[in-house]
């Protein structure tokens, strides 16, 4: 786990390195090789969910999709099978990416929309901007541009007031989906401040 940790840092620190990101995912699988050999406890399938929430970050840098979006797949069948509603929360989150990436932005919207209700429900700001984010891309590759807009809105406004800060990236990424979004809307002036914010963060990095 450590190692695995170690690598996706170095990876970050480093443009988003292959080799490092590849050795991350390697220590990954092989603690999940590990982890299936102990007995089946609660906390173990604890860990089982998060060593596949650990895996995410990798294999989406490494465009593994499909294998991103199985290992999420388990992890909310052991989330729901424990009762986990704020690992859950996460793993749906998540998922809302990944089936946009693999070509199913609708089953992202219905994810999507369980994912930020679940949020809601917990009291959780962070996640819900996460939630909404990846909601609203959802609905930015289905066409429907004025519900992508306002939940991007919200997002990046809820973002700025999340006590627990997102990353500069995160903001930086919020604000050029929302400048995107705009733009399509008519909605200039909004749309190129956003846009100057997402530059302005992206010099940051």
């Known amino acids: 786990w450590d190692k695995a940790v170690t690598c996706c840092q170095q990876a970050g620190a480093r443009a988003y390195d292959r080799v490092a990101f590849h050795e991350a995912a390697a220590f990954f699988n092989q603690a999940l090789q590990a982890l299936a050999h102990l007995p ?26 499909a294998r991103r979006l199985a290992l999420l797949g388990e992890a909310e069948a ?3 099978a424990l009762d986990d509603r704020p690992r859950l929360g996460r793993v749906l989150a998540m998922m809302v990416h990944a089936l946009r990436q693999t070509g199913d932005p609708e089953g992202a919207i219905v994810v999507g ?6 949020a809601t429900d917990l009291g959780d700001s962070a996640l819900q901007v996460h939630a909404s984010h990846n909601l609203g891309q959802a609905y930015q590759a289905t066409g429907d541009v004025g519900q992508a807009a306002a939940l991007l809105r919200w997002s990046v406004e809820a973002a700025d ?14 604000r050029a989906w929302l400048a995107w979004a705009l733009s399509t809307l008519g909605e200039f002036a909004e749309g190129r401040r956003h846009g100057e914010e997402a530059l302005r963060l992206a010099t940051m990095e």
């Open 40 to 65: 089946e406890q609660s906390n173990t399938r604890v860990l089982a969910i998060d060593l596949r929430l650990a895996l995410d970050r990798p294999l989406t840098a490494l465009g593994e999709y």
């Open 78 to 80: 052991l989330a729901r």
């Open 161 to 174: 007031k999340e006590s627990r800060t997102p990353s500069t990236h995160f903001r930086m990424h919020s």
């Open 113 to 118: 929309r369980q994912a930020l209700d679940l």
